[in-house]
């Protein structure tokens, strides 16, 4: 019988040391009274180091206080789970799974088991999923953004070259005629280079990074001005380009014209009806940023109730029946796509700011 028993313990001993999961066993004094292959290899320890010599504070060394709470729990009768990155001999670092199972006997805790399983491994695809979903996501907002410009952008062009051409059409003499026809001059080179930009986003879509390029910021105010020229004038509109002439930034040329598109557009969409709009565009140059300041004087918004929803999907605040919500939210996810950010100021009847912080990138 005693030769059986003998035989089955060193079964077991063997089966326990040709498992990948880590086993041991510490007593009520913390001292290691087994350990199986794999737990010692994974701390570099022999059989005659670890088993009836060393404690558990000196085999996980700086990491130790670490698990104490869950050392502690165990020892009080109570199981414990957790998750620890563990540095090897090797200077490299494992990620594990730990169970510490109370050993009771008659109510009194003797000691506790470990099952420690290596999900390095896990973790590692873990991190490539979470890298992937921020790929598909980044994509997701590019679409989103190339949608916004190809609904938006070119319905603005397409807006302002009907009405230039009804104009154009009603006009008595070659002066007005004119006048229309560098309108159309103006808008229709707008429109070749925003298409050549969709073009340019649609062949960078499984980019990782936007293309940027250095642009004339002035210029890009003057051309959306232009594409609005026909709205500014109907709604007795002014619209200051207050940009240097000579200042660049070099940004993704698509998004930057759907940026002050959708800016320039909001301010003559939400205008007070008692006072004539006027809109002001700076840009200033700070330490490591260009600040673009969108500032008028229109219907404003109230901060202290919608601060949190300006930028919302579908937040709307002035009750226009062609709101929906979408241009401030997509103006967003523009400027943090291009490492900037966004800030408002606004009082009720009093206006509206949009400062846009663009870092000054190294060409």
Not at 145 to 168: D, P
Not at 181 to 190: A, D, E, K, P, R
Not at 277 to 291: G, T
Not at 295 to 323: M, V
């Amino acid at each position: 019988m005693s030769t059986e028993l003998t035989h089955t313990e060193s079964i077991g001993l063997l089966v326990a040391d040709h498992v990948s999961a880590m086993l041991a066993y510490w007593d009520k004094d913390l001292i290691c009274r087994f350990a199986n292959a794999a737990y010692r290899d994974w701390f570099g320890r022999t059989r005659e180091e670890m088993v009836g010599k060393i404690t558990i504070k000196e085999l996980l060394g700086p990491i130790y206080d670490q698990n104490l709470p869950y050392i502690s729990g165990a020892l009080e009768g109570k199981p414990q789970t957790f998750e620890r990155e563990i540095p090897t001999p090797s200077g490299s670092v494992r990620h594990s799974i730990a169970n510490y199972f109370p050993d009771i006997v008659n109510g009194e805790v003797r000691g506790f088991f470990v099952h420690v399983a290596d999900i390095t491994n896990l973790k590692l695809l873990e991190r490539e999923l979470i890298k992937s979903n921020e790929v598909i996501t980044d994509q997701n907002k590019r679409l989103l953004s190339f949608a916004n410009i190809v609904s938006h952008n070119l319905k603005s062009y397409a807006g302002n070259l009907k009405s230039i051409l009804e104009l154009f059409l009603r006009s008595k003499s070659e002066e007005e005629k004119k006048v229309m026809l560098n309108h159309l001059q103006s808008i229709s080179s707008g429109f070749s280079a925003t298409v050549s930009h969709l073009t340019e986003i649609v062949e960078v879509q499984n980019q990782l990074e936007l293309r940027l390029e250095q642009i004339n910021l002035y210029d890009y105010v003057k051309r959306t001005i232009d594409v609005l020229r026909v709205e500014i004038d109907l709604t007795n509109s002014i619209f200051h380009n207050n940009v240097n002439s000579n200042l660049t930034l070099q940004t993704n040329s698509a998004y930057m014209e759907s940026i002050l598109l959708n800016l320039l557009t909001n301010a003559i969409k939400y205008r007070h009806s008692e006072k004539k709009l006027v809109v002001e565009i700076d840009a200033a140059l700070k330490i490591n940023e260009l600040q673009l300041i969108v500032k008028d004087n229109g219907r404003g918004i109230n901060l202290e109730k919608h601060k949190n929803e300006i930028f919302g999907l579908h937040k709307t605040f002035h009750g226009n029946p062609d709101a929906k919500g979408v241009g401030l939210f997509i103006t967003k996810l523009q400027v943090e796509a291009l490492n900037g950010r966004i800030e408002v100021k606004s009082k009720e009847n009093e206006g509206t700011s949009f400062i846009i912080h663009f870092p000054i990138r190294d060409n």
